[in-house]
């Protein structure tokens, strides 16, 4: 998988992309990341790439012809279709289903918006997907680049090594994760559940299970199916 990443601060997503699982995926080929510079991209001698927005109000608005021209010019940079995305506090909310489809997609475009947002006919002439990592406001969209790419990557085989590593994560099967122990079975007077202790499989499957389901009640009720 290639994915592209159109912003103003490259040097903010790139030491986060080559570190960690996203780094080990780059270096095993399981996926390729590149960061693109929008000032590249403009006309103006100065590289300016935003503007004051028609009819008043505060702040500056990303232009049409930087951000244009450089989805498209990097959209040419290799034979794979682009699925185009922008990071927009309007977007549909990202969540573990979107991942996963991104995730088929052989290349993304991910791009971070800055300032007060996107001339719309950016959006007119590019008819991207826009997505939103969640209802509040950054102030540019680099942290939901990252947050995206996380969410994306994982997703791919390999990634994670283990085949079934992603099989009992948050949101996965609609439940959030049941409770983690690890080493020492004590620690100021809280112990390990005996269950986990047990050496029996199938009672560990089942705790989880219902531990899953009595945490995912308490938390976000919303995710349970009628029955639960």
């Known amino acids: ?36 510079q929008l000032r590249e991209y403009s006309l103006d001698p100065h590289r300016k790439v935003d503007d004051r927005p028609f ?4 702040g500056m608005v990303l232009m049409c012809q930087p951000v244009i021209d450089a989805v498209e010019a990097i959209e040419r940079d290799g034979a794979e279709p682009a699925t185009r995305v922008f990071l927009t506090p309007r977007g549909e909310r990202l969540n573990h289903a979107v991942a996963c489809e991104l995730a088929s997609a052989a ?5 971070a918006g ?4 996107f001339d719309e006919r950016i959006f007119d002439v590019l008819r991207p997907r826009e997505v939103s990592v969640g209802d509040y406001v950054l102030s540019g969209g680099e942290a939901a680049a990252m947050i995206l790419v996380d969410a994306v990557v994982r997703q791919i085989p390999g990634v994670l090594g283990a085949a079934d590593a992603l099989d009992e ?12 122990y690890t080493r020492p079975r004590e620690y100021r007077g809280l112990s390990v559940p005996d269950v986990l202790l047990s050496g029996d499989h199938q009672r560990i499957e089942r705790w989880r299970r219902d531990e899953a389901v009595r945490i995912t009640a308490r938390r976000r009720p919303d995710l349970l199916s009628p029955g639960e």
Request: charged share 20%; net charge neutral.
């Open 55 to 58: 009819g008043g109000g505060p």
């Open 169 to 180: 994560e948050s949101f996965v099967g609609g439940l959030l994760e049941y409770p983690q």
């Open 1 to 36: 998988m290639r994915i592209d990443v159109l912003t103003l601060f490259p040097e903010i997503c790139e030491p986060y992309f080559s570190a960690s699982i996203l780094g080990r995926a780059q270096a095993g080929g399981r996926v390729r990341i590149r960061c693109h």
């Open 107 to 111: 290349r993304l475009l991910i791009v």
């Open 114 to 117: 800055h300032y007060e947002g």
